[in-house]
């Protein structure tokens, strides 16, 4: 039995051989051997150049950070010797002013002969005397705002007591000395742990008060 073979042109498809895709081995020439050497060489060094690229990006972008860095340690630097600066020169000018501003002072107390007397004594030892309050309320708002030197309460005033506005006072000017004058003894120890350095009774004239008080400012 003959089995006929179509004709090439008829044929659609073929199942390709297992070995159709594998590359025919076959003499190579001097030339072909000497071209694909070449090819070989051309390609390892454009894969080296590529490498040596990669590596030198990946250094500078090292010494860019590095760089920043380092701009930024110096800027740290300098801000920080600009801040002691200006921190050196503060101080000296607190001290100065230390020196040179006169103490002020405010009184608040119901008496007004009170008030003059101790306002007297104490001008004449060149402490400047802002102000003289009976009102215990407007004394918080007055020392508040003004931060004096010095502030004379008695424990009993209008609206607020004496008490009362030392609490009220000293967390928002701590640098004011206070002291204050109570009517009886066993208000003392109120007035002290209220904030007051020093509490004089009525007992005490007004006189010794403003001495006593210049002797604390000195202080």
């Known amino acids: 039995m003959t089995l006929l073979t179509p004709p090439a042109s008829t044929i659609v498809a073929q199942r390709p051989s297992e070995d159709a895709d594998r590359a025919v081995w076959r003499p190579r020439g001097e030339v072909e051997v000497l071209r694909d ?46 801040v002691a600066r200006t921190q050196d020169h503060l101080r000296g000018s607190a001290r100065t002013l230390a020196f040179t501003a006169p103490c002020r002072a405010v009184l608040v107390h119901r008496k007004q002969w009170f008030r003059d007397k101790v306002a007297e004594a104490l001008r004449g030892s060149g402490v400047e005397v802002m102000t003289g309050l009976e009102n215990g309320a407007e004394a918080v708002g007055f020392v508040i705002a003004e931060q004096p030197d010095l502030l004379l309460v008695e424990d009993s005033l209008s609206m607020m007591s004496g008490e009362d506005v030392l609490r009220s006072v000293l967390p928002y000017a701590p640098h004011t000395l206070c002291v204050a004058q109570v009517a009886h003894e066993d208000r003392v120890g109120a007035l002290l742990d209220a904030g007051a350095r020093a509490v004089w009774t009525r007992r005490v004239a007004p006189l010794e008060v403003a001495t006593a008080l210049r002797e604390l400012v000195r202080a």
Do not use: P
């Open 37 to 82: 050497q070449l090819r070989g060489i051309d390609r390892w060094n454009k894969a080296r150049q590529m490498s040596e690229q990669a590596t030198q990006a990946t250094a500078r972008s090292r010494e860019g950070r590095l760089d920043v860095s380092r701009r930024m340690e110096v800027l740290r630097r300098q801000h920080e010797a600009l």
